[in-house]
Structures are given as structure tokens and as C-alpha cells.
T-cell receptor, first 113, second 115 residues
Framework: GDSVTQMEGPVTLSEEAFLTINCTYT??????LFWYVQYPGEGLQLLLK?????DKGSNKGFEATYRKETTSFHLEKGSVQVSDSAVYFC????????????FGAGTRLFVKA | DAGVIQSPRHEVTEMGQEVTLRCKPI?????LFWYRQTMMRGLELLIY????????DSGMPEDRFSAKMPNASFSTLKIQPSEPRDSAVYFC?????????????FGEGSRLTVL
């Protein structure tokens, strides 16, 4: 079945450091791929998405490229801020006569000042 | 604009009691999802509805769990009887249609503690 695997956390970085959170997926066909972010005490909110191979999603300085050949959708940001501290979820969805979004386990990011 | 509204935000109850969680999706959204989040199992899809009809309830853990969507603006998730292992944060999410590229809009969650 469909699945999403993302790197385990927590990830701890200093402010202005470069961020990469790895995400790989298993799915038949052409799923849409997402990164969601969850701040403490809140629900998940969409950070960015890509709907087909080679698309790049970007938002708030974060970006991720849909790589079908490596079944990956790694999240990157060039310079993190303390306010980026949160849990990040990689996810996929596809319409297969039904509709499910499958989430990875989440990666907690701590950014130190 | 109002987002997805869940109630209660926090619930503490004793084992064996009935628990009802409520969700109001975003107006105009016709798909609604219930997720459960725990440290051990992450985010699990319990059930989802499209146009008020349950489409897939394969994630509902056992018969103690039930969900209804009597109209387009309201859904409930009920646990009866509750057990300590049901302690988790329960999220409701909604979106438009069944398109695979759709964004999910989440509520703030209901944190359930069963003693």
C-alpha cells in the first residue's frame, strides 16, 4: 500500500542554518505530494504541495521538488528562524476511487537563537 | 473566514464513559476526515465522508468507535465505552471534492485523556 517515510527527529539547528528534511514515498501511479506544518497546540496546516513530477512547491522560504525517479520530496530552507520550530509532516494523496491522504511520522524541528 | 471548528478542545474522562467529539467543517467543503494523533502511531486516518456519506471507515480501530455526519455542517466521533488507550488528539479536517490534489484544512484538535 501507499506509504511515506521521513527522517526521524528531532532536528536541532541554529538560527540561519540550512535545513533539509528527507521524505520518500511508495505509491502506484502519480500521487500529489505535500508538506504540512504543525505548531504547538495547533492543527496541521499546508506548507507547500506539488502535483506532478518535477514540480517545485514553495512557500515562506521553504521548497521541495517532486522527484519521481527517486520517489522523493525533500523539504529545504536556506536559513531557518526560531519561528520555524514545529513538526513537519510529509504526505501524499491520490484519488483511487476513494481519497486518502497518507502522512509520514513527522519530524520535529528545534531552532536555537 | 471560519476554519474547521472542533469541540471540546480538551476532554478528561474516566474509563468506561462515553465520549463525543464534534466537528464543523468549512462551509462549502464536502469531504470530511477524522484523524487520531498519538506519539506512538503518529497520524492515523479513522474515517472519511464525502457528501455526508462514509466512504472508508477501515481505520476505525474497533466497534467502540462510531462516526456520523447527519448534514453538511456537522460530524461527530463517538467512543463508547472509552479506554485509556484511546487517549490522543483527535483532528477533524475538511476539503472540497475527492480530488487527489486537494489540500486538507485541519481543526485545532480535541485532546482526549481517558483515566
Amino acid at each position: 500500500g501507499d506509504s511515506v517515510t521521513q527522517m526521524e527527529g528531532p532536528v536541532t539547528l541554529s538560527e540561519e542554518a540550512f535545513l533539509t528534511i528527507n521524505c520518500t514515498y511508495t505509491a502506484t501511479g502519480y500521487p500529489s505530494l505535500f508538506w504540512y506544518v504543525q505548531y504547538p497546540g495547533e492543527g496541521l496546516q499546508l506548507l507547500l504541495k506539488a502535483t506532478k513530477a518535477d514540480d517545485k512547491g514553495s512557500n515562506k522560504g521553504f521548497e521541495a521538488t517532486y522527484r519521481k525517479e527517486t520517489t522523493s520530496f525533500h523539504l529545504e530552507k536556506g536559513s531557518v528562524q526560531v519561528s520555524d520550530s514545529a513538526v513537519y509532516f510529509c504526505a501524499l494523496s491520490r484519488n483511487t476511487g476513494g481519497f486518502k491522504t497518507i502522512f509520514g511520522a513527522g519530524t520535529r524541528l528545534f531552532v536555537k537563537a | 473566514d471560519a476554519g474547521v471548528i472542533q469541540s471540546p478542545r480538551h476532554e478528561v474522562t474516566e474509563m468506561g464513559q462515553e465520549v463525543t467529539l464534534r466537528c464543523k467543517p468549512i462551509s462549502g467543503h464536502n469531504s470530511l476526515f477524522w484523524y487520531r494523533q498519538t506519539m506512538m502511531r503518529g497520524l492515523e486516518l479513522l474515517i472519511y465522508f464525502n457528501n455526508n456519506v462514509p466512504i472508508d471507515d477501515s481505520g476505525m480501530p474497533e466497534d467502540r468507535f462510531s462516526a456520523k455526519m447527519p448534514n453538511a455542517s456537522f460530524s461527530t466521533l463517538k467512543i463508547q465505552p472509552s479506554e485509556p488507550r484511546d487517549s490522543a488528539v483527535y483532528f477533524c479536517a475538511s476539503t472540497v471534492g475527492l480530488a487527489g490534489s486537494g489540500e486538507l484544512f485541519f481543526g485545532e484538535g480535541s485532546r482526549l485523556t481517558v483515566l
